[in-house]
């Protein structure tokens, strides 16, 4: 478990934030280079959100201290920025890149903000459960995202119908992959039998689903990480303590 705290870093927190830098800096080059290609914008957005919100999931909960993760997002501005010195649009390219249908760079650099604070706020308040805080991001990472690789992939192939933007078959990946980013992080980061709460687990995964479902533009991006963390505290850890504040 991560602490609140900066301090030293250790030889496993160096290595795992060079590592880190270096994959997300990997990840976002892949991904400009797909957009440069003329494929459709969503596939990008989609590579960048589906890796970076494993890489945030799976690391920053293993580091020692604060001084670890802080590290590896320096890492990673450092080479962006590097980048920036010698194309001096990439940043709006990338933003363009990253950007929906019918969406302003404005637009994707709030949904990005919204995200991370979504992140922030999961991890902060709930930081005493780690498993809560991977099951947030991973509920983004996989769950949300699966909705609009399936929905746009297969959507209204099975189900000739939609809500709004959405298909059947994009809402049942997202309810399906919810419930696989939900029980790796039980199965991973907690002492709980995955069986024994996997009924709890079925429900959260509907609600993300169905908030999912409801969301406009990229408020999922923010509401998905912080009801997913409120719904695991209420149903599985009620008697946790919070930050800054005890419950019970």
Avoid at 131 to 160: H, M, Q, S
């Amino acid at each position: 478990m991560v602490f609140l705290i900066f301090g030293d870093v250790n030889t496993v927190d160096v290595i795992m934030a060079l590592i880190t830098g270096l994959v997300a800096s990997i990840t976002i080059s892949i991904a400009y280079k797909i957009s440069e290609s003329g494929y459709s914008n969503w596939i990008p957005r989609k590579i960048v959100h589906i890796l970076m919100g494993s890489i945030i999931a799976f690391t920053v909960v293993t580091y020692s201290n604060l001084s670890g993760p802080t590290l590896a997002a320096g890492i990673f501005f450092t080479v962006l920025m590097f980048a920036w010195a010698h194309k001096n649009d990439l940043i709006m390219e990338l933003l363009g890149a990253g950007s929906r249908e019918n969406e302003s760079r404005l637009n994707t650099f709030a949904s990005g903000m919204m995200g991370l604070t979504g992140f922030g706020t999961a991890f902060l308040v709930f930081q005493a459960r780690p498993e809560i805080f991977v099951a947030a991001i991973l509920a983004v990472a996989w769950g949300d995202a699966a909705g609009e690789v399936f929905g746009r992939t297969y959507g209204t192939k099975l189900v000739n119908r939609k809500i709004g933007s959405k298909s059947f078959e994009g809402s049942i990946s997202v309810f399906l992959f919810s419930l696989l980013s939900l029980s790796t992080a039980i199965i991973f980061y907690s002492d709980l039998c995955v069986i024994c709460v996997f009924p709890h687990l079925m429900i959260i995964a509907a609600v993300i689903a169905f908030v999912e479902l409801l969301s406009i533009g990229w408020t999922d991006n923010f509401l998905i990480p912080i009801i997913t963390a409120i719904l695991m505290w209420q149903m599985l850890f009620p008697t946790m303590p919070l930050l800054p504040l005890p419950v019970g």
